[in-house]
């Protein structure tokens, strides 16, 4: 591509709504303009940086068994209210009437509109489990958009979707994505990390964010200097009562709870079992352990049987499972919050409810816990947020703290979806069963805000090579020189024939002007073309390193490949 007929609108200014690095280097460097708050034109380079995350993205995503479609951004309200989303998503969700005043949306995420896809297609189980896949425009209409792509109004994800007929399936999948999403962010070269996070009313160890480290990231996490343990401090921001891991668990309290059969017998034994203390109790919700903590009578009493059903499957767990998840799995367990206690009453009373332990001693620590969300910590002085210093919750080493950009998300939702919306498939024996979703979000246009961030130097971007919007510049320094020129098109002409993506700047524009572009772009190798044109001998300059060296045009390519 010749710069003279490209559109690189490149700024000295730093513009001065821009707050972080990435943002004032994407404007200068002219890869992106704001066109609202929260609203940005992907400018020729910028769409070329987007297009090469996307093309990683896709191979991984192919690569893990995904299929690729595209679903509308516009939704029909009938499906959100099927859900029951067009209450609970709140202002996010963006709402418009058609000319009929119909209710519409634009999507900010596609369960419902896959949920509905799949219900109407799928019957049987043989055609399970599938995966499928999008990268399309999002939009949620943010409190606060800010720092350019990293939360916009409108913004590019990638987001998948998984069906299945058993949790084995789900976890199965699960698995393959979160290492896709591991080779996707290792491709890019970012640093990066896999923290456990909130898994709101589904709970379990179900949900992992994947989050760039760095400076300017709005998520905190909590990490081990000797272990694996990470998770994001919305999970980890905890709830010691206290923290000898070490010490066996003393005593369980065991309960008969065999003659609770209906949900009053439910919540006056979770009265009883929650008085004057933050007591837990352990379910399992499709097979997966759940914590629940109870609060003095905090809102127990009062249980009103909704659709809630998160799970197909819920059981209390027994005394055995208790102590071994809760003496010795504690990273591992997910607690739901006390406003879910009453949607697990009404589950558990479905279900044969067979044994069930309080764990409120002091022997115990309660994490993955969100203390807002889940109890008033102010209400417990003995209860601390997690710090830095602190044992890890796996036992091994010191906590540490560090800030992240969240630039993926997979989670397992069980079958919330697919029971609101009826999404069911017969299974062997000719049951219908709720199919078992996974869903998987990678944010693509805040990736390259991240990769910008994490790739740049006081003179501009500094792509990696494999999303860099082209792969050679090659500058002219002198358009008047006739050798110049000519040998400058020349190796324009010979690296694109060997499948080089090349950026010439034929401008008329001053040397000054062009090297100071040219490593605001931050294309990862440049050819200059100068005086010793004459000689056949080119200036070849690594943006990274810095490193430069002369050599004769017919040694480049094989130096270049
Ligand atoms: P955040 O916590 O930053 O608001 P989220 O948890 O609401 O993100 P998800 O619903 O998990 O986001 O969406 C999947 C991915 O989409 C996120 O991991 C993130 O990378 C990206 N994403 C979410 N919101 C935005 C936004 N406003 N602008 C750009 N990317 C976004
Ligand atoms: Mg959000
Ligand atoms: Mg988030
Ligand atoms: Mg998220």
Redesign the pocket.
Known sequence: MKQSNTFIPTLREVPSDAEIKSHKLLLRAGFIRQVAS?VYTYMPLGWRVLQKIEKIVREEMDKAGGVELLMPALQPAELWQESGRWNDYGPELMRLNDRHERPFALG??HEEVITALVRDEIKSYKRLPLTLYQIQT?F?D?KR?RMG?????E?V?K?AYSFHTTRESLDETYEKMYEAYSNIFSRLGLNFRAVIADSGSIGGKGTH??MVLSEIG??TIAFSDESDYAANIEMAEVVTTYNKKDEPLKELQKVNTGEHKTIEDVVTFLKIQSEDTIKSLLFKVDGEFVLVLVRGDHEVNDVKVKNLLDASVVELATPEETERIIGCQIGNVGPIGVQNVKVIADIAVQYIVNGVCGANEEHMHYVNVNPDRDFQVDTYADLRFIQEGDPSPDGKGTVKFAKG?????V?KLGTKYSNALNATFLDENGRSQPMIMGCY???I???MMAIAEQFADDKGLVWPEVVSPYQVHILIVNMKDETQTSLGFDVYHRLQKAGFEVLLDDRNERAGVKFADSDLIGIPTRITIGKKASDGIVEMKDRQTGEVKEIAVDQMINELA
Do not use: Y
Request: proline fraction near 6%; hydrophobic fraction near 30%; glycine fraction near 16%.
């Open positions: 929260g900010p995420t999002k949620r943010e958009p792509l990293l939360r916009g109004r913004f994800m987001d964010e994947f709005e998520d950009i969240e630039v993926g998300h989670f979000g990678i944010g246009s805040r990736l």
